[in-house]
């Protein structure tokens, strides 16, 4: 338990452009509410980033935190001509953070991928090739993440070669020493490059191509890892998939408690969150979430 003293000055608002607050904000708000804190998570409807400067003002009082959506990213950071170097060569941003009286974009997607494949596969083969589905600023984020862990040999995937071009072409302006290859999503089944691990980042349908594709897990390693971030769930289609085929598999919503608790740290360093306690209340907490009369 929070010491009192301490959780009195636990206070502080959470903003979220949004209709309504996301499940990771509905569970923050819960967390909030059983640890005593005064703090809130706060959806904030009919918002657009090209319009920050006007609007931001006007709901900044208590705010620590405004969460914005990563593919809005170049949007926002017209906004900010100073940017912190990860943020600045990704050209990406999942949140601004309140420091020293002054907004500033950061990107916490980047370390918190790093911190929880570190903490989770301590036998990753890093010396194999790695395959990020989602030619997007979310798989950007996700390639860079990877090279960070000390992969060498990245694939990204997508059925738009434009946006594929175009992705690949940034990445091989920064990640020097690095094999950034892009390719077609149709090829992928024929695709010789033996890899420890795949992170898709795309919403999939059922019935769509890609899914199809990636579920073969041909260029999967035997024991490989299989991550999906493309929304906050327990299990899907691709993680049930890749279960079969005997791989070990990351879901999105742990990879969600984990970037929620680096964020909580980040604003609250004096308490102590654990991601392992925190992601176990976030997943029992699923189906109450999901119904918002109940929460």
Known sequence: MDDANTTSHVSGKILEIA?????????MNHYFKSRNW???CIALPGRE??????WLPS???????LKVPLEGAGILLEHFPRLPTVVHW????????LEGNQWWPRL??????RTLIINQFHDLDIGLNSYVIGASHTGRAAVAALVGLGFSHVSLVDEDTEKLDKEVKLLRRYLFGVEIEGIPAHTLTVHEKPGSLMLNTMQLQDNSAV?????????????????DISECTNHNQLLEEA?????KILSGLAVQAQRDVDILMKLFPKQNIGFEDYFEKFRENMSMLKNPSSV
């Open 19 to 27: 209709e309504t607050l996301s499940l990771s904000g509905l569970h």
């Open 38 to 40: 005064q703090a809130e």
């Open 49 to 54: 980033l090209k319009d920050l400067k006007t």
């Open 59 to 65: 709901v900044q009082e208590g705010a620590l935190l």
């Open 90 to 97: 990704l050209e990406a941003a999942d949140a601004l953070v």
């Open 108 to 113: 916490f997607l980047y370390d918190t991928l």
């Open 211 to 227: 899914l199809g594709d990636l579920s073969y897990f041909n260029f999967m390693k035997s024991g490989g890892v299989v991550v």
């Open 243 to 247: 279960s079969r085929a005997n791989l």
